[in-house]
């Protein structure tokens, strides 16, 4: 595989164009300029995106409520948002998952913590939360 290097940075690139594209940004061109704002980005990627703006697209979806965004930063940004009815303190901080309420949550994140504080009393099974402690009782 042949590599690219960038005589001001030393980055490496697969591809020659890629290099071209990323030397841009030591001069600061930004030769892809948009048709309805005229700003301008060094990326053609970046134009795309910004040009969603323009024509309405917006292909982030919120799981929780449907509401969507042009960018997947302003969808986070949604879900963390304490105001938000989906986001703040009933977001999960590992995966962005939002949950109705804050114990809901705090049962969601003994996943990422490795808890399981309800033990079977007939095999010592932990499991993270009551209701599953139940249905596990069933299969003794």
């Not at 030397?23 to 053609?44: I, V, W, Y």
């Not at 697209?57 to 940004?77: N, Q």
Request: include cysteine; proline fraction near 7%; aromatic fraction near 8%.
């Amino acid at each position: 595989e042949k590599s690219y290097v960038c005589p001001s940075c030393g980055k490496c690139f697969a591809q020659r164009s890629h290099l071209t594209t990323h030397q841009m940004t030591h001069a600061g061109e930004r030769p892809c300029m948009g048709q309805d704002c005229r700003k301008s980005f060094g990326r053609s990627s970046n134009l795309i995106r910004h040009q969603w703006i323009h024509v309405g697209e917006t292909p982030y979806k919120c799981p929780s409520c449907g509401k969507s965004f042009t960018m997947t930063s302003k969808l986070i940004k949604h879900q963390w948002w304490p105001l938000s009815p989906c986001g703040g303190p009933s977001a999960c901080p590992e995966c962005w998952r939002s949950f109705s309420n804050g114990s809901n949550l705090m049962s969601h994140q003994r996943i990422h913590h490795g808890e399981r504080p309800y033990r079977c009393p007939q095999c010592g099974k932990g499991l993270t939360m009551s209701s599953k402690l139940i249905k596990h009782q069933e299969t003794h």
